[in-house]
Nanobody, 118 residues
Framework: QLQASGGGLVQAGDSLRLSCTVSGLTFSTYTMGWFRQAPGKDRRFVARIMWSDDSTLCADSVNGRFTISRDNAKNTVYLQMDSLRPEDTAVYYC?????????????WGQGTLVTVSS
């Protein structure tokens, strides 16, 4: 139901845009998030965009470099990643949380790998 794409191998300083297309859900009623899991580490929050007013929140580690956005007409959420660093290397997951749910995200995509070389 959540299909992430756009990952790849890039060099430090490059940009990449991830996309996550949602099917089978009423997209506009879901807060969308991006998470990442680096090798040997736990999955961590990256960014989210609210269903209600498109307000966004980014983790401190990516604030000012990454931008999350959504297109409700295309059922798609994006993560624009600029000034990439080797420490951004991870599998990136998109997730959806229904407006009636607080806390955990209840739908997850399969992940897309981003590798940043130095």
């Amino acid at each position: 139901q959540l299909q992430a794409s756009g990952g790849g191998l890039v060099q430090a300083g490059d940009s990449l845009r991830l996309s996550c297309t949602v099917s089978g859900l009423t997209f506009s009623t879901y807060t969308m998030g991006w998470f990442r899991q680096a090798p040997g580490k736990d999955r961590r929050f990256v960014a989210r965009i609210m269903w209600s007013d498109d307000s966004t929140l980014c983790a401190d580690s990516v604030n000012g470099r990454f931008t999350i956005s959504r297109d409700n007409a295309k059922n798609t959420v994006y993560l624009q990643m600029d000034s990439l660093r080797p420490e951004d290397t991870a599998v990136y997951y998109c997730a959806a949380r229904h407006k009636a749910v607080s806390g955990s995200y209840d739908h997850w995509g399969q992940g897309t790998l981003v590798t940043v070389s130095s």
